[in-house]
């Protein structure tokens, strides 16, 4: 004699009152079929689509019956809601008067929800719900026949399960929980009672009786119906937020009794004082891999868990990824770089030797903090030697330091490591052309554009490498696409590449194009303020052109414009005070030049220019003194002790005497001198001859 459990389907022999896998009480066809309130064998129900066959059994608030759907004769297992102390004439059931109609109700609506949520979750390892419906005064659930042991009664029967039988099993039920999860529920009763096993080895999720709606993260009023051992901490409050990493912890805590044979620590014991004892220290035997993921399911801390089902199906598969590094990819993703490099931070917490996460900390901070990264690239190096990405890191460090050898070394040893990384090679590019070695350079820019042809900073490097070695159409050509690609992406760094990209094309338009008639430099300009209108260069650029044009007040309103904003290039400042001595505005000339000195305090020409200046409205000590610092800063700069001797020869004592004349012949000496080494002849003679008319030799 056998009767099958209407809890999870397993076929019992005669010799117990209880479900052997399960432990919920049974009826036998001998008693059963002699009950006065089941359905006896061939009732119809649904207008006859149904044939009652036999009690499987009963329990809680239900009879369920093996059936059969006529119109093709398959099987079916038949839910029944059967009310406590209810009776039955003929078909119909009779609700005791101690059930309120309102209550009546509910538990109607309860067996209903029950079908709905199955109905949702359609998945070859859920029981599949055929149908639902009211009838004889009560409810029907048809669902799926299954026949097979749940994983608590292999586990009773036939020991620990092997690891990957067990990854087996709980793949399957993880991408039942996929589908569960989708539809915004939860299954919250899932433990190796509830999984069964048919003999086609498919595990199948049962019971969803205790199945809720949640909204992931909101706290939502839920009955507490949970199973100790296997429900975490948030499941025995009634009022706590609620999220999938809590039928997560569920299944890692029944990966965890499969495994060892022990069920785990209750988690308001292992929010006390009690810790959880490691799988491995119960069964050696399991992998570190596997005790990572469970352990990692079970954490006390929902954030700490795997968030999905399917970061947990990757883990079983070897892809393991801890919930914190993953999080960190996620606010990656939202440009939250800060946020990011915490992220990693708590997962180096938990886990120091895990270099993945080493190296993605130290790219993060590439962008953050220069000092930071150096710090997390070396921790990474240590970690995971071979990957180039580290190296890369401190070469691009170095770049920015100007320590351009050692950015070459580093960057070398990240591109043998890591060839394939873009970024690598075009930092590489970079640091070649900034010690000068142009083949170089034109050698690793052209690597990364093979890898990828679209990146806008190495067609943008290409250009300036192009512009250095005087090759000024394969400027225009890398240069243009460059910026094309750069306004397609509208980021703040496409404006970043722009501002820098864009001057060189207009250098090798300014150089390539020979036409009087072309306009392709100015339309390049315009569109150069309407893109970076921020720009200082940008700016700068608009007023050298016009300024070149003789278009003198034009170019001075620009480049009083590119003045007001940040990062103003020294050439801005210089030419903005020529464009004022080219307007006779004397003062305002001076006034840039003295700004620009409180900056740049060892340029020869700001001198130069601040010195005849001030010599042209008779200050003559302060030229002096400027003109002097500028012959010191470029000893062998003949215009400078030109105009230093012409100041000195205006400097006289109160009765008209040439004050410093042996300090004028040699300022007028040295100029000469110069001005033939540096093959301006005319002028060397021109000094000599007006020497020689006022007979004195020089």
């Not at 793949?171 to 509830?194: G, Y």
């Not at 900390?361 to 190096?381: F, G, K, R, Y």
């Not at 950015?407 to 075009?426: D, G, R, S, T």
């Amino acid at each position: 004699m056998s009767i099958t459990c209407i809890v999870c389907g397993h076929i019992n022999t005669g010799s117990t009152n209880y479900c052997t896998s399960c432990g919920a009480a049974l009826e036998f066809e001998d008693t059963v079929s002699s009950s006065a309130y089941h359905l006896p064998s061939g009732t119809l129900l649904r207008q006859s689509h149904y044939r009652i066959e036999k009690v499987l059994g009963e329990g809680g608030f239900g009879i369920t019956y093996q059936g059969i759907y006529l119109p093709n004769s398959a099987k079916v297992a038949i839910k029944e809601l059967w009310p406590e102390k209810a009776a039955r004439m003929g078909k119909t059931i009779t609700w005791p008067p101690s059930i309120a109609p309102i209550d009546r109700k509910r538990q109607l609506h309860k067996f209903q929800l029950e079908a709905s949520y199955l109905q949702k979750c359609y998945h070859p390892n859920i029981a599949q719900v055929y149908d639902w419906f009211e009838e004889n005064n009560t409810a029907y659930l048809v669902m799926e026949f299954i026949s097979g042991k749940s994983l608590s009664k292999i586990l009773q029967e036939e020991g620990v399960l092997s690891e990957e039988k067990l990854k087996d099993y709980f793949i399957q039920v993880a991408e039942a929980l996929t589908v569960v999860h989708s539809n915004q529920l939860l299954h919250r009763d899932i433990k190796p009672d509830n999984i069964l096993i048919d003999y086609q080895d498919r595990a199948v999720l049962i019971d969803f009786g205790a199945t809720k709606e949640f909204m992931a993260g909101q706290t939502r009023e839920m009955s507490v119906t949970l199973s100790p051992g296997y429900a975490p901490l948030e499941q025995y409050s009634y009022r706590s937020k609620r999220w999938p990493a809590t039928d997560i912890y569920a299944l890692c805590a029944s990966m965890y009794e499969l495994l060892t044979g022990e069920l785990p620590a209750q988690a308001t014991e292992r929010a006390g004082s009690e810790t959880l004892i490691s799988p491995r220290q119960l069964a050696p035997e399991i992998t570190p891999q596997t005790e990572q993921v469970i352990l990692t399911g079970m954490k006390m801390k929902v954030e700490e868990r795997f968030q999905t089902a399917e970061e947990l199906i990757d883990a079983l598969k070897g892809k393991f990824v801890s919930p914190s590094q993953r999080k960190a990819w996620g606010l990656l993703k939202q440009g939250k770089l800060a946020e990011a490099v915490q992220a990693y931070q708590q997962c180096l917490t938990n886990q120091p030797n895990h270099g993945e996460a080493a190296v993605e900390l130290a790219l993060v901070q590439m962008h953050l903090n220069d000092a930071q990264a150096e710090v997390a690239a070396e921790t990474a190096i240590r970690l995971q030697p071979n990957d180039g990405r580290s190296y890369g890191v401190l070469g691009l460090v170095n770049c920015r330091k100007s320590n351009w050898s050692t950015a070459v070394k580093q960057l070398q040893q990240a591109a043998n490591l890591a060839p394939q990384e873009v970024w690598i090679q075009a930092n590489l590019a970079w640091a070649w052309g900034k010690l000068g070695n142009w083949q170089q350079a034109e050698s690793a820019v052209s690597k990364a554009l093979q890898i990828d042809s679209n990146s806008t900073f190495a067609l943008g490097l290409q250009a300036w490498i192009n512009v250095n070695q005087q090759q000024w159409k394969q400027a225009i050509r890398t240069a243009t696409q460059a910026l094309f690609k750069s306004k397609q992406a509208q980021s703040k760094e496409s404006q970043q590449l722009q501002q820098w990209i864009y001057p060189y094309l207009i250098i090798a338009l300014e150089k390539a194009v020979v036409t009087r008639q072309s306009r392709d430099v100015e339309r390049r300009i315009i569109e150069f303020t309407t893109q970076v209108p921020d720009s200082a260069v940008a700016w700068g650029l608009k007023g050298w052109k016009q300024a070149v044009q003789g278009l003198w007040p034009e170019a001075l309103a620009n480049f009083d414009q590119a003045s007001q904003k940040a990062d103003v290039p020294s050439w801005v400042s210089l030419n903005q005070g020529i464009t004022q001595e080219h307007l006779q505005n004397y003062q305002g000339a001076i006034q840039t030049y003295q700004a620009y000195i409180q900056k740049f305090p060892s340029d020869p020409f700001a001198f130069f220019r601040l010195g005849t200046l001030l010599g042209k409205v008779g200050q003559w000590a302060q030229a002096r003194s400027h003109l002097e610092k500028a012959v010191q800063l470029k000893p062998d700069y003949a215009e400078a002790y030109h105009n230093l001797g012409w100041v000195l020869l205006n400097i006289r004592t109160v009765d008209g005497q040439v004050e410093n004349f042996r300090p004028l012949l040699s300022a007028y000496r040295q100029a000469s001198e110069f001005y033939v080494q540096q093959y301006q002849s005319q002028l060397a003679g021109a000094i000599r001859q007006a020497f020689e008319i006022a007979g004195v030799e020089l």
